[in-house]
Every structure is written in structure tokens, then in C-alpha cells.
């Protein structure tokens, strides 16, 4: 009576049993809950040489463009505030050999603009340059020497100016002011002045500011786009924002984990590859799938159907690699960040599964059976 009690609540707890311990969904639930047309919950698309070349013919859009930033602005106009290096020359007396005069000059101690925008000049008296290029300031303090020095003649240049700098932090080996030049104003001049960033391009993200308003795109376009290169205008804020792009992927794969993207594209046959590969234990390769939220135009360019206001569509690729043409396949499509890739066990692992769990529930019912013995 015991061993008949024991062997009706195996079966009973065999029979009660639908699922197994598992680490995602069943190639048979996947397949079961996509949907094509209708109230759905993702879209199921075989991954093979015709979906990969629409994927391709419509690549991400970069994360954000700098051209409604351009800069005309002059960079080269004195404000309040500058240090200049002002140098005067003047015609001495006669020179006997020469039987000319000759000039003689020298360099005035740094002179700062104050908050009226005018520079204390020996014999010239407070002289106003803001909003003045340097050589119009030469020639404002010139002015005001004709008649005290023998014709004069003025210099000036801008030793350091905050008004003309922009202001760079984040991921970049040295944060602070870097002034600007008319040769030498651009984004990527300016980051390079910087010390540059020891992240991918890929990596980071470049934020400028200016007036109030933020402009961003990848530091890869930046470098890649002559056009996004754009001049900059005094006061801008420009910082380099570290934003690594990841992978996830779980199931039957030698590993389970997120992994960054270090490359400046990964195929799928990489990503994989990078992991060890397929459990060749479990895995079932012809079930390799890739759950994606694409843009509108990709799933529209593979033909699938959806609310006509959706911003991101929900597609499960399904590659398999079983064929060798999957393979080519692999190598074609590229990873995007946030991607996740799973890999369904094999219907030979569920079963091998299934008799282990039976193999413990006899087990558990003969040590019983044998305890039960000894108490009669």
C-alpha cells in the first residue's frame, strides 16, 4: 500500500508538471505568441539574406545632429575682462650711421580690460577696446598717443580671454576653459586642445550648449562628418557624456551576459562568438533569436504590419544556424545596443530534463519505500 501510494503521487506530480527550471521562453511558446497581423505582442521574423539586406538599407539615424548649431559669430572681439600684450614703438633721434631714425619700444606690464571695456595707456589715458578686433584696439590706442610719442606705432594681442573661451568637462583628459581663435574654433579642435578622450568614439556622446539651448550627436560622427564638425561661439558648454553600448544575451549560449560593444560595429556571428559560442549541450542552433524594438521604416521595409503611431516596433529575429547560409547571414547583420540574444534549449535537453526529474521522484520513492519497510 505504501509503494502504491508513493508511485500514485510521482505520477501525480509528473502529470502536474508543464514546465521545467529554465532560464527564458520555449521555442514552441515563442512561435505560439507571435502574431503578424492584429492586437500582437512582437512580430516573429526568419532572419535570412532578405532581412538582412533591409535591415542594412535602413541603418540608425545618428543620436542627434549639431548643424542647427553653427557659429558666425567673430571670436577675435576684445570684452571685458581680456588680458592684453600691448607693445608700443616710437622714432628715436637721428642714427649717425644710418642717417635716419630709428624705432624703439617696448612692452607694457599685461593690461586688463576692466568692466567699462577700457585699458589704462601711459600718455593715452584709459582707451575703450571692447568690442574691438585687436588690430582696431591698436589702432584706438595709437590715437590716443599721436601728439605725445614720434609716431607711434601700437600692437596688441589677447593673452587670455574668458569671454572668447568655451568651457569643456566630462570624459576628456583635461576640463576647463579653452579659448578660441579664428583658426582655431571647431569642435574637434577644441577637444583635441583638450587632450582628447580615451573612450571609443562610439562610446560617447558630445553635448554642446549654448544659450540656453542643448544640441548632442555620438563623438563618431563628430569625427566622421566634416558637416558636424561646427564652429563654436564664445560661452558654449561642451561636455563628453560616457555612454558604452551593450548587449544582453541569455539561454543555451556558453555565457550569460551584458557585454559592450568595443568595436565600431559587431556582426551577430561576433557577438556570439565573444560569448564562447552555442552550449553545444542544449542549445538548439536553428533557434537563435534576437529580440529587437526596431524603427518604424525597418519593420516597414520588411514588410510587417503595425499601429501606423508607433515609435518602436517589437521583432523577434529568428536565425538559423543549422543551415550554413545562417552563418553568412550572422556576419551580415549587425548588432545594435540594447539588443538581447537568447537561445532556446533544445526539445532533447527538455527531455533529458524531464527523466532527470523523474529519475529524483524514484529516487525520493524507493528511500521512502525502504523507511517504510523497516517500521513494520
Known sequence: MVR???????????????????????????????????????????????????????????????????????????????????????????????????????TL???????????PVPFGGPVEVAGLTPGEAADAI????VGRLISPEVIVSVEASAANSVTIIGEIKSTGLVRLAPNNDTLVNVIAMAGGTARAPSDV?????????????PLSLVLGDPSQNIRLAPRDQIQLIYRPRKYSTFGALVKDMQTPIEDESLSLAGALSKLG?????????????????ERPEVARALGLSFDPNAVRVPIVYQLNLRDPAGFFVAQRFEIQPDDVIYVPHADLAEVEKFFQLVNEVSGVGYDVAVSASFLK
Open 4 to 106: 502504491f501510494a508513493l508511485l500514485s503521487l510521482s505520477i501525480l506530480a509528473l502529470g502536474g508538471c508543464s514546465t521545467f527550471p529554465d532560464d527564458g521562453p520555449s521555442t514552441r511558446s515563442l512561435h505560439a505568441d507571435a502574431h503578424v497581423v492584429g492586437d500582437k505582442h512582437y512580430d516573429l521574423v526568419k532572419l535570412d539574406y532578405r532581412a538582412a539586406q533591409a535591415v542594412a538599407a535602413n541603418p540608425p539615424p545618428p543620436m542627434g545632429t549639431l548643424l542647427g548649431s553653427p557659429n558666425t559669430a567673430k571670436l577675435d572681439l576684445i570684452e571685458d575682462g581680456d588680458a592684453l600684450n600691448v607693445t608700443i614703438f616710437e622714432l628715436n633721434a637721428p642714427s649717425p650711421e644710418s642717417g635716419g631714425k630709428l624705432p624703439s619700444g617696448g
Open 109 to 119: 606690464p599685461r593690461l586688463l580690460v576692466d568692466d567699462t571695456g577700457h585699458v
Open 142 to 145: 595709437k590715437h590716443s598717443l
Open 205 to 217: 556622446i558630445v553635448a554642446v550648449t549654448r544659450r540656453g539651448k542643448t544640441t548632442t550627436a
Open 277 to 293: 559560442g552555442l552550449d553545444t549541450n542544449s542549445a538548439n542552433p536553428a533557434e537563435v533569436m534576437l529580440f529587437r524594438f
